[in-house]
């Protein structure tokens, strides 16, 4: 196991329950964490190593509000999966990316990106399956589709837990699927989200 205070260490977010963002406590880690990837980037060996410090830093600032920077590195890691990545680097990357527009308010580019991902996710297995759904969710979450996000996030955590992945991911599906599930009751009817 990995020293979770190395500098190469990922940095695991806790999750809004009433937003279902990420939010990292440590600002400075999260700062350090960002550092080291840029040189991880500079040095990296290879296109897979750059590829996946891409993702994470993607991840980070994208968690932390810096929206223009994590679709400038989206943008990047989704080039560098269509170059060397497996088909299954390439899905996650354009999944990253589908994120970082759904934060951005772009849910015409969000929106079809996750449609296209939904459609192909069965054939990378049922961990990305799961996690496409998650990210399916949240993007219909942060619409106000809470019918559309719950159904999602139930599927995610189904998978998740037929597989009994480890309990951060199933619990950020149930706390997903709790959100949506009383969003959706405390709607009014008629009322646009």
């Known amino acids: 196991m990995s020293d979770p205070t190395a500098p190469d260490a990922p940095l695991?977010?806790?999750?809004?329950?009433?937003?279902?963002?990420?939010?990292?406590?440590?600002?400075?880690?999260?700062?350090?964490?960002?550092?080291?990837?840029?040189?991880?980037l500079r040095a990296a060996p290879d296109e897979i190593?750059?590829?996946?410090?891409?993702?994470?830093?993607t991840d980070?600032?994208?968690?932390?509000g810096?929206?223009?920077?994590?679709?400038?590195e989206a943008n990047a890691a989704v080039d560098r999966a269509e170059i060397a990545?497996?088909?299954?680097?390439?899905?996650?990357a354009r999944l990253r990316l589908a994120?970082?527009?759904?934060?951005?308010?772009?849910?015409?580019?969000?929106?079809?990106?996750?449609?296209e991902l939904l459609a192909a996710a069965g054939q990378f297995g049922p961990v990305i399956e799961a996690f496409t759904h998650q990210q399916a969710g949240l993007n219909d979450f942060a619409q106000g589709h809470?019918?559309?996000?719950?159904a999602h996030f139930a599927r995610a955590l189904a998978i998740r837990d037929a597989l009994e992945l480890p309990d951060p991911e199933r619990?950020?599906?149930?706390?997903?699927?709790?959100?949506?599930?009383?969003?959706q009751r405390t709607q009014r009817p008629g009322e646009t989200p």
Not at 52 to 57: F, H, I, P, S
Not at 66 to 72: F, G, Q, V
Not at 146 to 150: E, N, Q, S, V, Y
Not at 171 to 182: F, I, K, N, T
Request: zero cysteines.
């Open 146 to 150: 809470w019918a559309d996000a719950g």
């Open 12 to 40: 695991q977010p806790a999750y809004d329950p009433d937003t279902l963002r990420e939010v990292y406590p440590d600002a400075a880690a999260v700062a350090a964490r960002i550092d080291h990837l840029h040189v991880e």
């Open 99 to 115: 994120h970082v527009h759904q934060q951005r308010g772009e849910f015409a580019d969000s929106t079809v990106l996750v449609t």
């Open 171 to 183: 619990e950020q599906s149930r706390v997903a699927l709790a959100a949506a599930q009383g969003r």
């Open 66 to 72: 810096e929206l223009d920077r994590a679709l400038n």
């Open 85 to 92: 990545g497996t088909p299954a680097q390439q899905h996650l």
């Open 49 to 57: 190593a750059e590829l996946l410090a891409r993702g994470e830093l």
């Open 60 to 64: 980070l600032l994208r968690g932390i």
